[in-house]
């Protein structure tokens, strides 16, 4: 148990402030939420429409920028101070093209959506508010290259400060351009958009800023030089982060074929269901930090040359992500319908979002299982059958498996139910097969060095 204990004190020391700067990007998101619920159904209906079908596309982009953190973290752990600079220089280039394609698609491929059999009300409200936010998301994912590289330090501190000052700043943003405060127009949930564009850029300068002046980043001497793309260094980051992109982006497709499967049976079940799958990844946030924590030990670890406690290290965040897990199931049966009434005053989506809080409760479980080993997995750079366990177990089953249920059922249609059952399928089959990779990779590196492989 005090092995136990102490490698937990590094997931802490790591993983609180991770633990916060995922907490704040989940108050950004809460609060477009509540605040463009609080303004109509409608005005909800568009920004879950519009990021059901852009989120995922995003988070693949920026997942291929979350590579660098195992490799900052293996450089690091070797000691190995200006190729990270260097890696750091060359990976900026493609964080540019990316962020460039992101502001295109967001804006040009809005207009998409008015081909969705969906009130023209709710698809225009979305394309506008993809509009709004389009330029946000290429400051984002420069943003993210500069938070990634810190975190692969082990330096989560500045990101959570960056992120936690961001998410405060949204919260008025919102209000007056949602609502029209300060002689500026009512915007509905377009307001939003602006609100995140504005902040994006932001978190970059100040990001920025801070890898700039702050002494802890000085050893890698990141703006010593300047070095142009690297295919080499782009390959690498493909090769590693275009999985783990790839990944998110089944994962979150899933979420979002959930709306869309959803979408013809109302705006208050389409409502309620992001309530309560909000509310869900914002307790997630917990086990996500330990996971995101894993990725930095274990690569710092085998950076040392550490397999074996590499190996322990690994077992220690999957437990650690099972105990946050208990803790978010016993959370929201408590207090379900209590953080449901933060969220929305129509009893029509209170009513669905109660009803689902109780199934958000059950996939915890699955769902910090197989972060505690997505994470730890990423430290070994091992990304590849971490996608393909996620399209077997999302896309294969999870989705057209909800479909059947919502529509036909076992006996008869089950409605929103039926998609958030088989959401749960989907998890636990992830958590089984990810779960079972983890041992077997981390047993791996022990055996190819001839260390004794001990069990856990």
Same mark, same amino acid.
């Given at each position: 148990?005090?092995?136990?204990?102490?490698?937990? %004190?590094?997931?802490?020391? !790591?993983?609180?402030?991770?633990?916060?700067?995922?907490?704040?990007?989940?108050?950004?998101?809460?609060?477009?939420?509540?605040?463009?619920?609080?303004?109509?159904?409608?005005?909800?209906?568009?920004?879950?429409?519009?990021?059901?079908?852009?989120?995922? !596309?995003?988070?693949?982009?920026?997942?291929?920028?979350?590579?660098?953190?195992?490799?900052?973290?293996?450089?690091?752990?070797?000691?190995?101070?200006?190729?990270?600079?260097?890696?750091?220089?060359?990976?900026?280039?493609?964080?540019?093209?990316?962020?460039?394609?992101?502001?295109?698609?967001?804006?040009?491929?809005?207009?998409?959506? #008015?081909?969705?059999?969906?009130?023209?009300?709710? &698809?225009?409200?979305?394309?506008?508010?993809?509009?709004?936010?389009?330029?946000?998301?290429? $400051?984002?994912?420069?943003?993210?290259?500069?938070?990634?590289?810190?975190?692969?330090?082990?330096?989560?501190?500045?990101?959570?400060?960056?992120?936690?000052?961001?998410?405060?700043?949204?919260?008025?943003?919102?209000?007056?351009?949602?609502?029209?405060?300060?002689?500026?127009?009512?915007?509905?949930?377009?307001? @939003?958009?602006?609100?995140?564009?504005?902040?994006? &850029?932001?978190?970059?300068?100040?990001?920025?800023?801070?890898?700039?002046?702050?002494?802890?980043? %000085?050893?890698? %001497?990141?703006?010593?030089? $300047?070095?142009?793309?690297?295919?080499?260094?782009?390959?690498? =980051?493909?090769?590693?982060?275009?999985?783990?992109?790839?990944?998110? $982006?089944?994962?979150?497709?899933?979420?979002?074929?959930?709306?869309? /499967?959803?979408?013809?049976?109302?705006?208050?079940?389409?409502?309620?269901?992001?309530?309560?799958?909000? #509310?869900?990844?914002?307790?997630?946030?917990?086990?996500?930090? #330990?996971?995101?924590?894993?990725?930095?030990?274990?690569?710092?670890?085998?950076?040392?040359?550490?397999?074996?406690?590499?190996?322990?290290?690994? %077992?220690?965040?999957?437990?650690? @992500?099972?105990?946050?897990?208990?803790?978010?199931?016993?959370?929201? =049966?408590?207090?379900?319908?209590?953080?449901?009434?933060?969220?929305? &005053?129509?009893?029509?989506?209170?009513?669905?979002?109660?009803?689902?809080?109780?199934?958000?409760?059950?996939?915890?479980?699955?769902?910090?299982?197989?972060?505690?080993?997505?994470?730890?997995?990423?430290?070994?750079?091992?990304?590849?059958?971490?996608?393909?366990?996620? /399209?077997?177990?999302?896309?294969?089953?999870? #989705?057209?498996?909800?479909?059947?249920?919502?529509?036909?059922?076992?006996?008869?249609?089950?409605?929103?139910?039926?998609?958030?059952?088989?959401?749960?399928?989907?998890?636990?089959?992830?958590?089984?097969?990810?779960?079972?990779?983890?041992?077997?990779?981390?047993?791996?590196?022990?055996?190819?060095?001839?260390?004794?492989?001990?069990?856990?």
């Amino acid at each position: 148990m005090n092995k136990f204990f102490n490698e937990s %004190k590094y997931f802490f020391r !790591i993983g609180f402030p991770m633990l916060g700067s995922q907490l704040s990007f989940m108050i950004m998101s809460a609060t477009d939420t509540i605040v463009a619920g609080r303004a109509g159904a409608d005005q909800l209906a568009g920004l879950v429409i519009a990021n059901s079908f852009t989120y995922p !596309i995003f988070m693949f982009m920026a997942g291929i920028i979350f590579s660098v953190i195992p490799i900052v973290a293996q450089l690091n752990g070797a000691n190995k101070d200006l190729e990270i600079g260097q890696k750091i220089r060359e990976v900026f280039w493609l964080a540019t093209l990316l962020g460039l394609l992101l502001v295109i698609i967001f804006y040009f491929g809005s207009q998409l959506l #008015i081909f969705l059999p969906i009130d023209e009300t709710i &698809t225009s409200i979305s394309i506008s508010y993809l509009k709004a936010i389009s330029i946000g998301m290429f $400051f984002y994912i420069l943003y993210r290259l500069l938070s990634s590289y810190s975190e692969g330090l082990t330096l989560t501190i500045p990101v959570f400060i960056v992120v936690f000052m961001g998410a405060l700043i949204n919260i008025p943003l919102d209000i007056i351009f949602v609502y029209g405060y300060f002689g500026l127009p009512e915007m509905g949930g377009v307001g @939003c958009g602006y609100a995140t564009t504005i902040v994006s &850029t932001l978190m970059f300068v100040a990001m920025l800023g801070i890898v700039l002046f702050s002494k802890s980043y %000085k050893k890698n %001497k990141l703006f010593s030089r $300047f070095d142009g793309p690297s295919l080499k260094t782009s390959m690498e =980051v493909f090769k590693l982060g275009t999985p783990i992109g790839f990944g998110i $982006f089944v994962e979150l497709s899933m979420y979002s074929g959930a709306a869309i /499967i959803l979408a013809p049976l109302g705006e208050n079940v389409v409502s309620g269901h992001a309530v309560a799958l909000n #509310i869900a990844s914002i307790v997630f946030m917990l086990p996500l930090a #330990i996971g995101l924590a894993a990725s930095t030990r274990v690569g710092n670890l085998l950076g040392e040359k550490r397999y074996i406690d590499a190996r322990y290290s690994s %077992k220690v965040s999957v437990y650690l @992500c099972l105990i946050g897990a208990l803790f978010n199931m016993t959370l929201l =049966v408590t207090l379900g319908d209590k953080l449901i009434s933060l969220y929305t &005053t129509d009893l029509m989506v209170f009513s669905v979002a109660s009803h689902l809080i109780v199934f958000a409760a059950i996939f915890q479980i699955p769902d910090g299982i197989g972060m505690g080993s997505l994470g730890a997995l990423r430290g070994y750079k091992d990304t590849f059958m971490t996608m393909v366990f996620i /399209i077997i177990a999302y896309w294969v089953f999870a #989705i057209p498996f909800g479909y059947y249920l919502t529509y036909y059922g076992i006996n008869q249609p089950m409605g929103e139910s039926g998609m958030w059952i088989s959401m749960i399928v989907g998890l636990t089959i992830f958590a089984t097969l990810i779960s079972r990779r983890l041992n077997k990779i981390s047993g791996l590196h022990a055996v190819i060095r001839k260390e004794k492989v001990p069990q856990f």
